[in-house]
Every structure is written in C-alpha cells, then in structure tokens.
C-alpha cells in the first residue's frame, strides 16, 4: 500500500467518514483536507461520487430521476447532432474530468474534439473541453453556479451550461463573463468550427424532461 493509499484510508475512516456520516441526501460534504487527484484515485470504491475542486472534496448526494431525465434528453439531442457533424464526442458521468492536480470533476454532460484515428481511454487523451453541462438540484446550485462555474472558465472551458429544470431556463456561461446569458426559448450552440449550430428548443426539452409531453 503506497503513502497516499494510507492517507486516503486513514482519511475515510476519520474525517472524512465523520463529515459523510453527518450528510444528508440533499446536501453536499466537503473536508478540511487539501486533496490531491492521486488522492482521490485512492479512494474505495464504495458507491460514492466524489469530486474535487482547488483542494476541496464534494461529495454529490444521489441524483433525482428529473436530473436524469434531463441529462438524458440532452445526451441524446447532442449526441445525434455530433453524430451529424462529427469531430467530437459526447460523454456523461460518472467521468473523471482533470482540470489540474487538485481539481477532478464529473461534468453530468461534457464535450470534446475528436482527431480522426485518435483512441480516447481517459481525459488527458482529450486536453480540453468545448461544452460542459451541469443539471442543477437545490442541494448543488452552489457548487455548479460558484464553485465549478469558476473552474471551468479558469481552465479555458469554451461554454458552460448551466440546467434549471425548476426555472425552465439554461444560464450559459463563456470564458470572460461576468455574468451569465439566461436562455429559456431556443438555445444554439455553435462549438463546431464550420458546422451548423445545434438548436434545442427549451419548451419540448423541459416538458420531455418533466414529462408533460405525455399527458
């Protein structure tokens, strides 16, 4: 067992399994730790979705079945258009995302450049990111719109979005905004060079999402 892999357990079974014994499901746990990626990697493998940003460990609860549906819908739509145009892939969680040492992330949705013959295994086969997509819950809007938000656009994400399924709304975010551009009619994503945009229309979505297309 390496240094780090005795770190981490000591760390799992004392302050970090006192914070996660106190976290309830609709709340998020962090530690006093500064964590590292290897850090992280060391970690068992107990069911558990663990992130961390600067240092900072994040501990998601469960996702609701109205986060996966709109994860779902959205993987679909991007994935059939990339289809379409081609030079780049989408994947979902749960996916270890690398921004640098101390920040390891996994996008509900994300986006990156394919180069034709190239084999992708993990993140730093991919470099960078064109799109990352987080599905907001009351228990993470902190962490999406604050902490991750800063991340993603300190690391040259080209678009972040952000999904309130409860405003029906998508807060779009590009490396040098103060603020965000709040879309909720029709959202056009043009992260493809030379490729038509692709157009979601923000009503059907949300009403495929929380399923009143079917009443």
């Not at 014994?21 to 964590?35: F, I, L, P, Q, Y």
């Not at 979705?49 to 549906?69: A, D, K, N």
């Not at 679909?76 to 101390?102: Q, S, T």
């Not at 009619?185 to 297309?213: N, R």
């Amino acid at each position: 067992m390496t240094l780090v892999q005795r770190s981490c357990r000591i760390l799992i079974n004392g302050s970090l399994r006192r914070a996660l014994d106190g976290v309830h499901h609709m709340s998020m746990a962090a530690t006093k730790e500064r964590w590292t990626a290897e850090m992280l990697r060391a970690l068992p493998d107990d069911g558990r979705r663990y992130e961390i940003v600067h240092g900072e460990l994040l501990v998601p609860p469960s996702p609701s079945f109205t986060h996966q549906r709109a994860v779902r819908q959205l993987l679909i739509l991007i994935d059939a258009y990339l289809a379409r145009v081609g030079r780049a892939e989408v994947m979902h969680a749960p996916a270890d995302v690398e921004l640098n040492p101390d920040s390891i992330v996994q996008p509900d949705l994300f986006v990156f450049p394919r180069v034709p013959g190239g084999k992708v295994r993990c993140f730093a086969d991919v470099g960078e990111l064109l799109l990352a997509i987080e599905v907001i819950s009351p228990s993470t809007a902190r962490y999406d719109r604050v902490v991750k938000r800063r991340l993603y656009l300190e690391r040259d994400v080209a678009e972040y979005w952000i999904i309130d399924c409860d405003a029906r709304c998508v807060e779009r975010w590009r490396p040098g905004d103060e603020r965000p551009a709040v879309v909720a009619d029709i959202l056009e994503w043009t992260g493809i060079d030379g490729a038509p945009p692709l157009v979601i229309e923000l009503a059907a979505y949300f009403a495929e999402v929380l399923e009143e297309a079917a009443e």
